[in-house]
Each structure stands twice: as structure tokens, then as C-alpha cells.
């Protein structure tokens, strides 16, 4: 699946703001930011590199 895959996330990526597929760390920031705030309550936080924007 390695070409296969790879073709996927860059077809992925091209349509989105940022223009990559984003890293678990990235996720794993937002994770760690909303533990971190303890006034942060009853939020989403889109972790998606702009997809909702475009």
C-alpha cells in the first residue's frame, strides 16, 4: 500500500489551507492544552489543519 497510501494523504493535503496531513503531536498538543486549562469546558477544538475553513 505504500504508494497507494502516500498518493492518498497527498491528494488529502493539497485540499486542505495548511497543505499536509497533520502528526499525532499536533493532536497530542490540543490534548495536552485543554488538561492543562482548567477553565477550558463543554469545547471543540478542531484539530484538522483548516479543513473546516475551506
Known amino acids: 500500500m505504500g504508494d497507494k497510501k502516500r498518493d492518498y494523504?497527498?491528494?488529502f493535503?493539497?485540499?486542505?489551507?495548511?497543505?499536509?496531513?497533520?502528526?499525532p503531536e499536533e493532536s497530542a498538543e490540543a490534548i495536552a492544552?485543554?488538561?492543562a486549562?482548567?477553565?477550558v469546558t463543554g469545547s471543540v477544538i478542531d484539530v484538522?489543519?483548516?479543513w473546516?475553513?475551506?
Do not use: M, T
Request: proline share 4%; glycine share 16%; no cysteine.
Open 33 to 35: 492544552f485543554v488538561i
Open 52 to 54: 473546516h475553513l475551506g
Open 13 to 23: 493535503a493539497a485540499q486542505l489551507p495548511l497543505r499536509r496531513v497533520g502528526q
Open 37 to 39: 486549562n482548567n477553565y
Open 48 to 50: 484538522d489543519g483548516g
Open 9 to 11: 494523504f497527498a491528494s
